[in-house]
């Protein structure tokens, strides 16, 4: 079916569908998942695409379980990122492993998991755990004010620069450059506002390309030091590492750096944040996790990744006639999965649009869904949203969100940029 042939199909390409109230974006999906097939949409308005091109919509958890699992159908090359394909000058800085499909993908995902080992993971444990702690103190210092900016924006850039090393000075410059990367919808982040007409796009991409060249740049000097003088962090088990007598080249490094520090960095602040509009807005949860709050945090989480689903979509490029669920996808189709619809599909979770942090099973398709990519930093991911909770909600046991927030302009990350939060000082 095509976006054309009915009115009731909501038009997931124009952005104001984005910034309409959760439940509305929603209810749009409930809408696409009751249709008897796929919908294809046309690419959305932007000067680099490929004429007659356009991509299928997959938005229900079946479909975009099967998409991630079959990645010999299912291909992320040339891109997994964007529904267009980026012009080649942007493609240099952000093609990282989350683009190419296995081998190449596989080789350097060995040698990236080493850093994301169970034993890494154990090591980075104290330091996420002081560095809440500090948050905390500060925030109790400064008194309630933007949750996002005191809190949720603080320690994933804080725990992702330290594990690859990146000194505390460039920290404030590091959430800027991420916000510009994946916030490039939004014209907080880029200065790229509709009113510029079709040059938008251009230089929303234009302000991009910057961001990334510059986080390249100081991938290749900490590089260059940590070839020179190896340490314990991750840039040196990046740098030096080494698969089959094959080490990772100096743009492979700079691809993943950038990979690392934007992933690692928008999703988790947005879970967090999402974390505590979702305790306010659902006090029996809240009451439920306070309760028996070691017993309970494991599942509260996977509860908030599915219900605010951080990532939105991903790509896929279909590489040759494949049927799948009742319809046909053709070689050089673009398939985009709507991890936001799956994690919502009725006939997979009871009550969707409820938040239960005692759902299970909770197979959400958050962190990807279980195929060669799911998400290498879900175990880091996990870490730090439940160091978070534990240290706030021990400390701070009456803070809420205080209003609505502000949220990205975006169909990539359903992030929130501000929140207020109100609590008693202790
Ligand atoms: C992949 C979501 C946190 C690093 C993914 C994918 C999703 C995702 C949906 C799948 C991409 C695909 O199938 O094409 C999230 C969410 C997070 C989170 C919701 C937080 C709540 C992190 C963190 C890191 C990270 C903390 C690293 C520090 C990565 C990497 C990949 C990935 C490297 C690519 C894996 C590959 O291509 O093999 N993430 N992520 N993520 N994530 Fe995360």
Same mark, same amino acid.
């Given at each position: 079916m095509s976006i054309q042939e009915s009115a009731a199909i909501p038009d997931i390409n124009d952005l104001s569908f984005w910034e309409q109230p959760l439940q509305e974006r929603a209810a749009g999906f409930a809408a696409l998942r009751t249709l008897d097939g796929p919908v294809r949409y046309p690419d959305p308005? @932007? /000067? +680099?695409t490929r004429p007659g091109a356009g991509y299928w919509a997959l938005v229900r958890h079946a479909d975009v379980a099967e998409a991630s699992r079959n990645s010999e159908i +299912?291909?992320?090359? /040339?891109?997994?990122?964007? @529904?267009v394909d980026a012009p080649s000058w942007i493609g240099r800085y952000i093609d990282s492993m989350i683009n190419m499909d296995d081998p190449r993908h596989a080789k350097i995902r060995r040698i990236v998991s080493r850093a994301f080992s169970p034993r890494m993971l154990e090591r980075t444990e104290n330091d996420v755990h002081s560095r809440a702690v500090r948050i905390v103190d500060e925030l109790v210092a400064a008194g309630p004010g933007d949750f996002v900016a005191q809190v949720a924006a603080r320690l994933p850039v804080e725990v992702i620069c330290d594990m690859l090393g990146i000194?505390?000075?460039?920290h404030r410059r590091v959430i800027t450059l991420t916000n510009i990367t994946l916030g490039n919808t939004d014209p907080e982040y880029t200065g790229v506002t509709p009113e510029m007409g079709k040059l938008r796009t251009g230089l929303g991409l234009l302000r991009v390309a910057r961001a990334a060249r510059e986080l390249h740049r100081l991938a290749a000097r900490l590089g260059r030091e940590r070839r020179a003088e190896p340490t314990d962090d991750l840039t040196s088990v990046l740098v030096n590492g080494n698969v089959d007598g094959e080490r990772l080249t100096v743009r492979e490094f700079g691809t993943f750096f950038l990979l690392l520090v934007v992933a690692g960095n928008e999703t988790t602040r947005t879970a967090i944040a999402h974390g505590l509009k979702l305790f306010t807005d659902f006090p029996d949860q809240r009451a439920l996790l306070l309760e028996d709050f070691e017993g309970r945090i494991g599942g509260a989480v996977e509860e908030i990744v599915r219900y605010a689903t951080p990532v939105i979509a991903f790509r896929r490029n279909v590489t040759r006639d494949h049927e799948m669920n009742g319809h046909t996808y053709r070689a050089g189709d673009k398939v985009m999965l709507f991890y936001n619809s799956a994690n919502r599909d009725e006939s997979v979770f009871t009550d969707p649009d409820v938040f239960d942090i005692t759902r299970s099973p909770n197979p959400h398709v !958050? +962190? !990807? !869904?279980? !195929? /060669?990519? +799911?998400?290498?930093g879900a175990n880091l991911a996990r870490r730090e949203i439940t160091v978070m909770f534990r240290e706030l909600f021990t400390r701070l046991p009456d803070l809420h969100a205080n209003g609505e927030p502000d949220r990205l302009v975006s169909a990539f990350i359903n992030g929130y940029k501000r929140l207020p939060c109100t609590f008693t000082t202790p």
């Open positions: 308005e @932007i /000067p +680099f +299912f291909s992320s090359e /040339p891109n997994a990122t964007t @529904i000194p505390e000075r460039h !958050g +962190f !990807g !869904g279980p !195929g /060669p990519h +799911f998400c290498l």
